[in-house]
């Protein structure tokens, strides 16, 4: 994740340093000398360095007259006026004040004509959000098992253990929501797959895979006994459901489908299951933890209703033409 910006406190073109006629000068968009260009952790930035000389023949070259953090980048074309480019992207380890320093440099002149400048770019930590923009949402596979922490630090407490598999034994993937970088390293935020229901937790951005991109939000409405799949926004699908009863209430939250299930032995959850982020608050001594499913029936006339113990049934017919359009990962949200 990263999105270019330019220096914030720039030279006004009628500002540049000032000297003899053949002077070398600093000209717009460079910085002010003294100046402070800020920047988050893991966001690249690029700043631009013109330099020129009032002498038509001069070439002027823009150099550093100190060492670059580690990781930037100039990019140099000599000329009347000179150009550079700065490119950055800092580290979560990088986070504090950083001195820069510049000369331009006249190499045609005899004797040299040169200006110095000095200005500082500034790293705080950065947070990117990856789930809720523009109707994309970002996902990943667990890697391994790891402990999610309260906070993103490695001393903040574990709210739960994340497993590379489920209970059902496929890859087990969390919903990313945001992303921080700082000293304490890179961490992602994640929804759980725990009671309470919408809980989130911290984890090493190592211990996920690659992120995966959905544009799909599926959405049930438990009084409209509907669910709802949308894509950009626009609902591709929809269809009448069945729903948990008011002793075993259909969880209300935000979550995700975890996996896409089929070749089952029981007619009763139809030919293909979801399983989903959502626990049930009452049936906690089910095998796995009463996890809420999406799965097929094999009592049709039942929905539309408050029919289930928690799960959301569609009649077979749809649940496979869901199947053919949503994919794990996707975000769920039951109101």
């Excluded at 500034?122 to 947070?127: H, L, Q, S």
């Excluded at 809980?199 to 996920?208: D, N, P, Q, Y």
């Excluded at 039942?302 to 359009?325: D, K």
Aim: aromatic share 8%; glycine share 10%; net charge positive.
């Amino acid at each position: 994740m990263s999105a270019a910006i330019c220096a914030g406190v720039l030279l006004a073109s009628g500002t540049a340093a000032r000297g003899d006629a053949g002077a070398v000068s600093w000209q717009a968009p460079t910085p002010a000398p003294g100046s402070v260009v800020g920047v988050a952790a893991g966001t690249k930035v690029t700043v631009q360095l013109a330099a020129a000389s009032a002498v038509r023949t001069a070439t002027i070259r823009i150099a550093p007259a100190s060492k670059l953090p580690q990781g930037a980048r100039l990019s140099v074309t000599p000329g009347n006026p000179a150009r550079a480019e700065l490119s950055w992207i800092p580290r979560g380890a990088q986070v504090g004040t950083h001195p820069l320093r510049f000369n331009a440099v006249d190499i045609s002149a005899v004797p040299v004509s040169s200006q110095a400048l000095s200005f500082q770019a500034r790293v705080a930590p950065g947070t990117v959000k990856l789930s809720g923009l523009e109707n994309v949402s970002r996902w990943a596979f667990v890697r391994r098992q790891m402990i999610v922490r309260a906070a993103p630090r490695a001393s903040a407490y574990g709210k739960a253990r994340l497993k590379a598999w489920t209970p059902e034994y496929y890859p087990n993937p969390v919903l990313a929501l945001q992303e921080r970088i700082d000293r304490n390293g890179t961490w992602v935020q994640v929804r759980l797959p725990i009671l309470p229901n919408n809980s989130t937790g911290w984890v090493k951005r190592g211990a996920l895979g690659d992120f995966r991109i959905t544009r799909d939000h599926l959405v049930v409405d438990r009084a409209a006994t509907r669910a709802t799949l949308f894509r950009n926004g626009v609902a591709i699908f929809t269809t009448r459901v069945g729903v948990g009863t008011s002793y075993w209430p259909t969880p209300r939250g935000e979550f995700y489908i975890t996996e896409k299930m089929s070749g089952f032995h029981n007619v009763a959850y139809g030919p293909i299951a979801f399983g989903t982020s959502a626990r049930s608050a009452v049936l906690t001594d089910w095998p796995g933890g009463g996890y809420v499913g999406i799965h097929g029936t094999n009592a049709p006339r039942l929905i539309p209703g408050h029919v289930s113990h928690g799960c959301v049934r569609l009649r077979n017919a749809s649940i496979v033409r869901l199947a053919r359009l949503m994919g794990v990962g996707t975000p769920l949200t039951i109101h």
